[in-house]
């Protein structure tokens, strides 16, 4: 669904996803996709070992609209539909509006900090059933870096594969509790 809205909202303003923030010289994609691959893998890791526990403490002792660890439990028999939204669709998508889309019509307006701030704050925000401290984990330890990426490579082929590879990860995780 919010890739049909990405297409058609994307095409009053003449911008297309799949051309727009993909071009890259061929040299520079091996360097992209390893950094992608080293990238996503330390998100995951520092998720499953360190943030993870603590949004699991700052919902237990501070509170959340999501008790704690209810995200996951949610997730039921429906690890298809989880693997194919969440490890196939959503890095393309996310990526495609938040580091494509938004950041480019952001910089028009705002300067590179501001940009970065909103597109990793309406990133952290498309997590919202994970909870108050799920959205500002993601926001700052995963929107905040691949926005700095992307305003540093000037693609989104890194950030991509970091999105995927973070996905992948946590899927294995979550399939093997």
């Known amino acids: 669904m919010m890739l049909v809205y990405l297409l058609a909202s994307t095409r009053k303003y003449g911008f297309n996803i799949f051309k727009n923030g993909w071009k890259t010289c061929k040299s520079k994609i091996p360097i992209d996709v390893i950094g992608g691959i080293v990238t996503g893998s330390v998100i995951a890791i520092t998720y499953i070992y360190f943030l993870s526990p603590m949004q699991h403490i700052l919902q237990m002792h501070i509170g959340d609209y999501v008790p704690a660890g209810e995200a996951m439990t949610s997730l039921g028999k429906h690890t298809m539909v989880f693997f194919i939204a969440n490890v196939i669709l959503a890095p393309f998508v996310e990526e495609s509006l938040y580091r494509n889309f938004a950041m480019t019509i952001f910089l028009k ?69």
Request: charge should be positive; glycine fraction near 8%.
């Open 109 to 177: 307006e705002y300067s590179k900090l501001k940009t970065v701030v909103i597109t990793s704050a309406m990133f952290g925000l498309m997590h919202w059933l994970g909870g108050f401290w799920y959205i500002m984990l993601t926001g700052l330890f995963v929107g905040v870096p691949l926005a700095i990426i992307v305003l540093k490579r000037g693609n989104l082929i890194w950030v991509f594969t970091a999105h995927l590879v973070l996905n992948s990860i946590e899927f294995i995780h979550i399939s093997s509790l």
